[in-house]
């Protein structure tokens, strides 16, 4: 789980991300390789709504593939292009003759894949990089369009709390109604036209407009 997503999720949501950028009108077939070790109990195929163009195997047909990824492999927004662009020549076929040996060539072949110059992707080796991936992902979710109290004062805030937020379900609707209440109650603060309610009214205010960033970042990070 990596800046609230699992990992093999994130990808499926990269690679439909592409699929619908790239107008692709037959669904892309992910074929999904565990580790041969790995408990039967622990495999999944991912089910979000949004996954609408891609499907989805666990049979190696072999048959020739475009691209191979990982789940230590981190993608930003809009990163399979640059993958496509950026990988090594892929074997022509994935066999499904010596399972073990196949499936640790593959997971090899991301492991050696080149660092990002675009900050598309971060390979994430151990654990103990992800709280350093999710930093580096959020600075870079601001909008090229932020002003300056935005960028220098209300981002640096509103990302230490959409990193907090990501550790839960939360989703960009749920939070957008759950701080509706603080411009409303700014609006009655400035009512009373005194000069502490004039500040306090706008400090509420500034708070809101921190906690509203969270809104595109949860967004951004959540594929929403």
């Given amino acids: ?14 690679i439909d991300e592409f699929a619908v950028e790239n107008n692709e009108t037959a669904p892309v077939l992910v074929c999904i390789s565990w580790k041969p070790d790995l ?4 495999r999944w195929i991912p089910t979000n709504e949004r996954l609408t163009r891609i499907a989805f195997t666990t049979e190696l047909d072999e048959v020739p593939y475009d691209l191979v990824l990982n789940t230590r492999l981190f993608l930003y927004r809009k990163a399979v292009r640059h993958l496509l662009e950026a990988s ?3 074997p022509k076929i ?36 992800i709280d350093e991936i999710e930093i580096k992902f959020l600075r870079n979710s601001g909008k090229s369009q932020d002003g300056f109290v935005s960028r220098y ?8 709390v959409t990193r907090l937020l990501l550790r839960f379900p939360t989703t960009p609707n749920g939070w957008t109604l759950l701080i509706f209440l603080i411009p409303i109650a700014a609006s009655f603060v400035l009512l009373h036209g005194t000069y502490w309610s004039f500040l306090w009214g706008l400090v509420l205010f500034l708070f809101f407009s921190v906690l509203d960033g ?11």
């Fill in 94 to 129: 994935i066999s499904s003759q010596g399972e073990k040996d196949s499936w640790e060539n593959n997971f090899r072949q991301v492991a050696v894949l080149p660092r990002s110059r675009e900050r598309a992707w971060e390979y994430v080796t151990d654990g103990s990089q």
């Fill in 153 to 160: 004062l209300n981002r640096p805030i509103s990302r230490v």
């Fill in 214 to 224: 969270c809104v595109g970042e949860i967004a951004r990070a959540k594929f929403l």
């Fill in 1 to 14: 789980m990596v800046a609230g997503l699992r990992q093999l999720e994130r990808l499926a949501l990269s």
């Fill in 39 to 42: 408990d039967q109990a622990q």
């Fill in 88 to 90: 090594m020549a892929p």
